[in-house]
């Protein structure tokens, strides 16, 4: 964020708006998040499967690779979350069987307590 401050802001407030986050980090930057994110994690000697997973978590096109797929899923979850739609987090949330109370406490933003083992 040091580097493009300005840009930067300018994504969010056009992903709020509801614009494609892949889509505007390619207008602004000519690369987006996942993409710079595999070519990281190569360069960090990350193991293959673990880039592949990081450069494909956004692509619809990729239903047959598992690790892709829960990145996908838990990637919903947060969006749906922090979207502040409340019911669209509840049908998430029940469509993945996660406990009632934890769904409202996820949907109001507060704090989760570890619970005992």
């Known amino acids: 964020m040091n580097v493009c401050p300005r840009q930067f802001v300018e994504v969010q407030e056009?992903?709020?708006?509801?614009?494609?986050?892949i889509a505007v980090e390619k207008e602004y930057f000519d690369?987006?998040?996942?993409?710079?994110?595999?070519?990281?994690?190569?360069?960090?000697?990350?193991?293959?499967?673990?880039?592949?997973?990081?450069?494909?978590?956004?692509?619809?096109?990729?239903s047959d690779?598992?690790?892709?797929?829960?990145?996908?899923?838990?990637?919903?979850?947060?969006?749906?979350?922090?979207?502040?739609?409340?019911?669209?987090?509840?049908?998430?949330l029940d469509a993945i069987n996660i406990d009632e109370q934890i769904q409202r406490r996820l949907a109001t933003h507060e704090e989760l307590e570890p619970q005992p083992e």
């Open 31 to 62: 690369v987006d998040h996942a993409e710079l994110g595999g070519l990281i994690a190569a360069r960090w000697h990350v193991p293959v499967q673990l880039q592949e997973v990081i450069r494909l978590h956004h692509r619809s096109d990729t």
């Open 14 to 21: 056009q992903v709020q708006k509801g614009e494609d986050v």
């Open 65 to 92: 690779n598992l690790m892709v797929s829960v990145v996908r899923l838990a990637n919903a979850v947060t969006n749906s979350i922090y979207s502040s739609n409340i019911e669209s987090v509840g049908r998430l």
